[in-house]
Structure formats: C-alpha cells, structure tokens
C-alpha cells in the first residue's frame, strides 16, 4: 500500500483535513496517511513549490503526493497527474511543480480528466482523493486522463543570470518558522556563475560577502559563549542548498527574524554580484 502525503494550505481549524483523510480511508482502510503540511500561505504556489521540493525524496519510491493548493478547476488551472522521479503528484497545473521537473523530467503527466463526472467546489476531497486511490490500487495514469507534454512554469521561481555583469538575480520564495529568508538561488548556480571569485550579496538594504555552511560558523572560534551573536545576521546555503539570509539562534518572540529585521519578504529580490577578474 502506497504512502499517500498531503500539502494544502487548509490550515487545521476547518473540516478540510478531516474529511480528505475521511474520505481516503473510506476507500483504503489500510492507507497511510503522512501531513507534509497543511500551512501554506493562502495561494501561495511558490512557498508549495519550494516545500515538495524539498519534502518528497525523504518518501520512499512509489509514494502518492497530493498537492491542494490553488487547486479549484478553470480553463486556466487544469487537474493534472505525473509520474516523476518514482513519485505520483496530483496537483493543480499552476506552476507548482516546475522547481522539481525544472531538474527532472516526468516520466509522464496527464491532464486528469475524472472531474468530468464530478462537479465539485472541493477538488481535493472529490477528484484528487478519488486519483489517488486508484493509483496505490495499482492503476494506471493513462486511465486517469489524457497524456499532455507540457505544463505551466513559473518564472519567477527561476534566478535570471546576467553573464555582462556577472550577477544572478533572485527573490524570496520562502520564510521559514524562524523567519528565516530563503531564496531560489542554488549553490550550483552560484558555483557555476562565479567560478571561486568574489562576491556581494544584496539584500534590502544589507551586503553580504560571505556564505557560511552551517549557522553555528558565525561564533568566533575561541568564543566560550555563543550567546553574543545571537541575533547576528548572516547568508547561508541550507540543508536544501539555497542562499538563506538568517538571523542566528532567532526568536520570533523576542529578537525577531531575518524577514523583520531587514525587511525582508516574499518576492524581494535578492542579487548576487561577482567581481571582474
């Protein structure tokens, strides 16, 4: 039995979550059920974007993730099911996918096309849960619907390069629990585009000219105490190898974080500069 994971930006107080896993154990009694996250930020195809990304190779092959965000249908928002990287996405066709299959093809996707049969204002519950089942009994995605070969992209999820003036161009996706900042610009880009030189970071009103490995790098080595740098900002690669601008050992309540702090918010560009050598 395949592991069926949700992500939506329901939120926990309504019946929504409730009655999708009702619904999914109505029909496989024996599902397993895992909450990827049910906090997306109301629409937010970006913030969905960068957490499957980042949630869906710690699943074993095979697993089922439904994606209800922006998900009611119209011309402009298909239903649509692809197999990719030994995974099954069910999800609108808004974007949303396009930082994975940026890097991986899909084996196949298809415009789902059940909902023909159900009129429905919750397509979560009524189309999506009714694709996934049938999948983890085996089906195949060329019953679901019709095979398409594209799918909408989101370009402000990708960086733009400037190779005249040596700079990468990029932006929020991002905030953390900590109010930590993360941007779309990988490691390997910034690998690729600077070549070891030099560097600034501009982000608000803040430069940067170091990336660390791991917050804890900003302590002073014969620092007994780590305490008198917290609160200190700093840019980082995080364990999803994307430029982070962070606040160390942050706290929401007293010190604040990188977005408050330095005004950083969803969609702000963020710029690296590399030097002419």
């Known amino acids: 039995m395949s592991i069926i994971t949700l992500t939506t930006d329901f939120g926990t107080k309504d019946h929504f979550v409730g009655a999708v896993k009702g619904a999914i154990y109505s029909k496989l009694p024996e599902a397993k059920i895992v909450d990827i996250t049910h906090q997306i930020s109301p629409f937010n195809i970006t913030e969905t974007a960068y957490i499957i990304?980042?949630?869906?190779?710690?699943?074993?092959k095979g697993t089922i993730h439904i994606i209800g965000v922006d998900s009611e249908l119209s011309p402009n928002n298909r239903h649509i099911a692809l197999q990719l990287d030994g995974h099954y996405f069910i999800c609108p066709d808004n974007g949303l996918i396009c930082m994975i299959t940026k890097e991986i093809k899909p084996q196949k996707v298809v415009e789902i096309t059940i909902h023909n049969y159900v009129e429905s204002s919750f397509p979560v519950l009524d189309v999506f849960v009714q694709v996934a089942c049938f999948i983890s009994r085996g089906g195949s995605l060329d019953v679901i619907g019709k095979e398409i070969h594209s799918h909408k992209e989101m370009t402000e999820i990708q960086p733009k390069i400037n190779q005249e003036q040596n700079r990468i161009s990029g932006g929020v996706v991002y905030i953390d629990n900590y109010g930590n900042v993360i941007s779309n610009i990988s490691k390997k880009l910034f690998t690729e585009v600077g070549k070891g030189r030099s560097y600034t970071i501009f982000a608000a009103r803040y430069t940067f000219s170091k990336v660390f490995s791991k917050y804890s790098e900003i302590v002073?080595?014969?620092?007994?105490?780590?305490?008198?740098?917290?609160?200190?900002?700093?840019?980082?690669?995080?364990?999803?190898?994307?430029?982070?601008?962070?606040?160390?050992?942050?706290?929401?309540?007293t010190v604040g974080g990188a977005s408050t702090l330095l005004g950083l918010n969803y969609r702000d560009t963020i710029t690296i500069e590399f030097r002419h050598e």
């Open 53 to 60: 990304k980042n949630s869906y190779k710690s699943f074993p």
């Open 220 to 253: 002073d080595t014969g620092a007994k105490d780590s305490r008198p740098f917290d609160g200190n900002k700093l840019a980082l690669f995080n364990s999803a190898g994307y430029l982070e601008i962070a606040i160390y050992r942050s706290n929401l309540k």
